[in-house]
């Protein structure tokens, strides 16, 4: 029989209302999980629980919530055939593509799901969320991090919440579904396709200064001069279309070129969700190319700010560091 680990973080799955609005409630989720008939159907499989002290709303998750959940998988990595991680879904795309490149070599399902609806209220989404999360698990032939959510399996490090209200609430603009959940769960995916080729390993991240910068019609760049220049190690710039910024400002080009020759790496990626980033096009991203942005592709920003914390966690230069941002290492970039 397989096995696998539930492990809850927090979120509107295990919630309850409180005075100051939902918060998570550990004998309440317990409670609730236990409650699910499928779970103990004889086609489910066998699992254990792992709850995190404290819960959290995912708005208050970062690098030290990453690390926790990568390093909780780790140790247990060869006691289970499989990993799902509830989680809120504020952002839940960021700690799934955190941890899609934290567990290197990964070869086993890690699949995030939660809920728009805790499992305690009537028509929770919770219950099949988990209980097909668990049946991909099982399943094993996803190996990598997955996102499922509202009957539809996403990679990992390719999702981003796009509805705060809608039962399905992610999506993946720029890569297939892995697998989709109606009467059968249907891979899309040839699961071979997602072979490691090195050994399991964890990398947990370093609290880098990381920072994502949006651009807008008249933004005034020289506001951002210092926070660029001296402050952020990796900054990830939410530009329009196919990678285009605001031309006219001279600040702009002595900020970028500052910031690169004091380390800093520059990511361009577009603030279309759909459709990739191709600096040089136009007259209007050739700031960019001149100072030796890298292109962020069709990645999401989830993806690119998650990736610029596992290359510098990993002690790489900035040259090396570039290079990797606009390489393909876990399937977030089309190439
Ligand atoms: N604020 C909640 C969270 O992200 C929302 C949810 O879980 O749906 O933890």
Known sequence: MKKICLIYTGGTVGMVKSEEGYVPDSARFAAELAAIPDLHSPDAPAYDVVVFDPLLDSSDMAVHEWNKIGSAIAERYDNYDGFVVLHGTDTMAYSASALSFMLEGLAKPVIFTGAQIPLYEMRSDGRDNIVTAMMIAAEGRVREVGLYFGGK??????????????????????????????????????PDGTLPKSPFRFQPFADVPIGVIKVFPGIQFEFFEQVMTDKLKGVVLETFGTGNVPSSQKALLHIIAKAHKSGSVIVARSQCAQGQVSLGTYATSRALVDIGAANGGDMTTEAALTKLYYLFSKGLDVSQIKKLVEKNLRGELSE
Request: net charge neutral.
């Open 153 to 190: 399996l996403l990679r990992g490090c390719r999702a981003t919440k796009s509805s705060s209200d809608a039962l399905e609430a992610f999506e993946s603009p720029n890569a297939p579904l892995l697998a989709e959940a109606g009467i059968r769960i249907r891979y899309l995916q040839d």
